[in-house]
């Protein structure tokens, strides 16, 4: 998948599974964002005049795939908002690691300092300067001989938590170079994929259950656990 797939859209949301390598937002490289795209796919697609007002409620890592959700008013962007801070979005990415976690079910908890001019994040057992608690789950998935297929579900949301506080463990996920993978992905992706939100619609105030399964060929070893999720 080389181009971003519509999971869901309304008048408020604009929901899409980004492919890896697209920027959520700009940064100094000056590349085209997802924001871009998804700005220019409502412009076409209503034939807005003048600027159309769309913005990201959360990012991914660039080499991240999965679910963005986008926020097309400003209503829906300040409740969304609110419900992110508040915790009352449940997230669930899967990711292939690198051997075997041990225990196969668990919770993680650091706090982590990034680093902006490396833009590396450190994990470490105790709080201390400006680190920040970061806290996820997992589960084991699926093994196949010196990797695994993991669940995470992040309760927190800090600067490449979940990379980093699985590479604590010895678990780097597939192709990231950048916190302990050997190896990089052919398509200079990482097997990590924000699969799943739940969340209570900001205005319509329904439940909304969104699921977009990872499409690039660097998930191939476990396509048929991955189906089954579907």
Same mark, same amino acid.
């Given at each position: 998948?080389?181009?971003?797939?519509?999971?869901?859209?309304?008048?408020?949301?604009?929901?899409?599974?980004?492919?890896?390598?697209?920027?959520?937002?700009?940064?100094?490289?000056?590349?085209?964002?997802?924001?871009?795209?998804?700005?220019?796919? *409502?412009? %076409?697609?209503?034939?807005?005049?003048?600027?159309?007002?769309?913005?990201?409620?959360?990012?991914?890592?660039?080499?991240?795939?999965?679910?963005?959700?986008?926020?097309?008013?400003?209503?829906?962007?300040?409740?969304?908002?609110?419900?992110?801070?508040?915790?009352?979005?449940?997230?669930?990415?899967?990711?292939?690691?690198?051997?075997?976690? %041990?225990?196969?079910?668990?919770?993680?908890?650091?706090? *982590?300092?990034?680093?902006?001019?490396?833009?590396?994040?450190?994990?470490?057992?105790?709080?201390?300067?400006?680190?920040?608690?970061?806290?996820?789950?997992?589960?084991?998935?699926?093994?196949?001989?010196?990797?695994?297929?993991?669940?995470?579900?992040? %309760?927190?949301?800090?600067?490449?938590?979940?990379?980093?506080?699985?590479?604590?463990?010895?678990?780097?996920?597939?192709?990231?170079?950048?916190?302990?993978?050997?190896?990089?992905?052919?398509?200079?992706? *990482?097997?990590?994929?924000?699969?799943?939100?739940?969340?209570?619609?900001?205005?319509?105030?329904?439940?909304?259950?969104?699921?977009?399964?990872?499409?690039?060929?660097?998930?191939?070893?476990?396509?048929?656990?991955?189906? %089954?999720?579907?």
């Amino acid at each position: 998948m080389n181009h971003p797939e519509i999971v869901y859209e309304d008048n408020h949301l604009l929901v899409c599974n980004k492919p890896p390598g697209w920027l959520v937002q700009g940064d100094r490289t000056g590349d085209r964002t997802l924001t871009d795209w998804g700005r220019a796919y *409502i412009k %076409e697609k209503f034939d807005k005049p003048g600027n159309v007002f769309i913005h990201p409620v959360h990012r991914l890592d660039r080499p991240v795939t999965g679910l963005v959700v986008f926020s097309r008013t400003s209503k829906s962007l300040e409740r969304m908002t609110g419900l992110f801070r508040g915790k009352k979005i449940s997230k669930s990415y899967l990711a292939i690691v690198d051997g075997k976690p %041990e225990p196969e079910t668990g919770e993680l908890r650091h706090w *982590i300092q990034k680093d902006p001019k490396k833009n590396v994040s450190k994990a470490y057992d105790h709080p201390g300067g400006s680190s920040k608690e970061a806290i996820l789950k997992y589960e084991l998935l699926a093994f196949d001989v010196r990797r695994s297929l993991v669940a995470v579900y992040p %309760e927190t949301g800090r600067p490449h938590q979940i990379r980093v506080q699985l590479s604590t463990i010895d678990c780097p996920i597939q192709g990231d170079l950048k916190y302990g993978c050997p190896t990089p992905n052919p398509d200079k992706s *990482i097997s990590l994929h924000a699969f799943k939100l739940e969340f209570l619609h900001p205005v319509k105030k329904e439940h909304l259950v969104l699921k977009c399964l990872p499409k690039t060929d660097s998930w191939g070893l476990f396509k048929n656990h991955i189906d %089954e999720l579907g």
